[in-house]
């Protein structure tokens, strides 16, 4: 397991069933069962060669009948609905798709479109209880949650995660600190004036949202 899949995992809940989207390898499946976190678990990906690896992985697992693996789009093929949602890897968009109903629980780890999944799950009336961004050689959010209870975000929440705002991390801020870096080395020289001031309004806002992490760390 990597690192970026045992930080993934630690978010996981003990439930009867648990479904593993786009699971490719298997691992944090394999590591569910293992470690008592489900005591069924669904290994579904869309594309057949990935979910060979998996079940390649669980071959045991799949023999013992704790684990049924499903080529299919999200979980459309799979004939029950699970305790828990693990969808890690994609773009948030994808994860959107995926989740045309919400989870009784859920942890995610979108690749892409963070902010767009949160006001999608918190639009559909979703509980968020983590809301975080990591570092395992790269920055990763991760957004964790139940499917009802509802929740209130505001805009900057939205945009950079409400656990990243209330409690700031050293990870959090070297992720703040990546993407200024980046956005500096921007060439603004062939945007046109709105562009540019669009480009200057973000760099600010991650400036003074890292003053405030800075300070409260
Ligand atoms: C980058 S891998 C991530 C694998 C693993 N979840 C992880 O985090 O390491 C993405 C996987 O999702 C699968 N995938 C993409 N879209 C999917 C969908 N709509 N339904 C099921 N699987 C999908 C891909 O085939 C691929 O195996």
Redesign the pocket.
């Given at each position: 397991m990597?690192d970026?899949?045992r930080k993934?995992c630690a978010h996981l809940r003990a439930v009867p069933v648990l479904a593993?989207?786009?699971?490719?390898?298997g691992?944090?499946a394999k590591y569910a069962l293992e470690n008592g976190l489900c005591e069924r678990v669904y290994v579904?990906?869309?594309?057949r060669e990935?979910?060979k690896k998996a079940e390649t992985l669980l071959a045991e697992e799949i023999t013992a009948g704790r684990c049924k693996s499903v080529c299919?789009?999200?979980l459309d093929g799979v004939p029950e609905r699970c305790d828990s949602v693990?969808?890690?890897?994609?773009g948030g968009e994808?994860i959107i798709?995926?989740l045309r109903e919400l989870p009784a629980h859920f942890v995610l780890?979108p690749?892409k479109n963070a902010e767009k999944l949160r006001r999608y799950l918190v639009g559909r009336g979703a509980k968020i209880l983590t809301d975080i961004t990591f570092f395992a050689g790269k920055y990763y959010h991760l957004v964790a949650g139940e499917g009802q209870g509802g929740d209130k975000y505001s805009p900057l929440e939205f945009l950079f995660g409400r656990d990243n705002l209330k409690r700031p991390s050293e990870d959090f801020a070297g992720y703040l600190k990546a993407e200024i870096e980046k956005m500096k080395s921007y060439s603004c020289e062939k945007m046109n004036a709105e562009a540019r001031a669009e480009h200057e309004r973000r760099l600010a806002q991650y400036l003074e949202v890292l003053h405030g992490t800075q300070k409260n760390l």
């Open positions: 990597t970026r899949l993934i593993d989207v786009g699971c490719d390898h691992y944090m579904t990906d869309v594309s990935s979910l299919c789009d999200g693990l969808i890690a890897g994609m994808e798709h995926i780890q690749m």
